[in-house]
């Protein structure tokens, strides 16, 4: 059973930092997902991850992948309050057709 | 701009009710997916489906069921909603093999008296 895993699950930082947030799983996968959410609304597709080393940058955030260490990486630069919301990723199996999600990490950013 | 759509935005029903859950993509998607999620939970898999007529069991499907008579439409059925299934429900749906990920509804808050 493919597991993922995030932490923190939970983060305030302030603004002007620079933090990371972790997404390890646990079996064999070649593509990752992150995800956004803001309070009492849907996922919103950030980045897609498709190979060993991907690396995708929109504004204040970069993701990057390492299929050999089975990780996945969110910095971010320099944080804005916009940024507050929760973050997830999710792996697909290299089996099947669904996504498995971490439980999401929960950013607040404050002055 | 590409969309799903689910029926209802938020949705109270009383213990014992068959719930429908209703959801819509115009994008041509083969797959589509019902999660639920909950605080401290995440997201996790009801029912997902990789065709018309088929359907698959996620990870929770006890108490759930689905139909999908045409490509676009995926319903999920509570045939006797209980108070443990308040819930937010989302629904999405993806290509073969999801290699652009998912796309997402909006979600519907259900919540079971």
């Known amino acids: 059973e493919l597991k993922v895993e995030q932490n923190p699950l939970f983060l305030s930082m302030q603004e002007g930092k620079n933090y990371t947030i972790y997404c390890n799983y646990s079996?064999?996968?070649?593509?990752l997902y992150w995800y956004r959410q803001d309070p009492g609304k849907s996922l919103e597709s950030l980045f897609v991850?498709?190979?060993?080393?991907a690396v995708k940058q929109e504004g204040r955030l970069m993701a990057s992948l390492d299929t050999k260490a089975r990780l996945s990486t969110l910095h971010i630069t320099a944080a804005v309050h916009d940024l507050s919301a929760t973050y997830f990723c999710?792996?697909?199996?290299?089996?099947?057709?669904?996504?498995?999600f971490g439980k999401g990490t929960s950013l607040l950013v404050t002055p | 701009d590409v969309k799903v759509t689910q029926s209802s935005r938020y949705l109270v029903k009383r213990t014992g009710e068959k719930v429908f859950l209703e959801c819509v993509q115009d994008?041509?998607?083969?797959?589509m997916f019902w999660y639920r999620q909950d605080p401290g939970l995440g997201l996790r898999l009801i029912y997902f489906?990789?065709?018309?007529?088929?359907?698959e069991k996620g990870d929770i499907p006890e108490g759930y069921s689905v139909s999908r008579e045409k490509k676009e439409r995926f319903s999920l059925i509570l045939e006797s909603a209980s108070t443990n299934q308040t819930s937010m429900y989302l629904c999405a749906s993806s290509s073969p093999h999801a290699r652009a990920g998912y796309t997402f509804g909006s979600g519907t808050r259900l919540t079971v008296v």
């Open positions: 489906s990789y065709d018309v007529k088929m359907k």
């Open positions: 079996t064999t996968s070649d593509r």
């Open positions: 999710a792996v697909g199996s290299n089996s099947g057709y669904a996504l498995n």
């Open positions: 994008m041509d998607h083969e797959n």
């Open positions: 991850l498709l190979s060993n080393g």
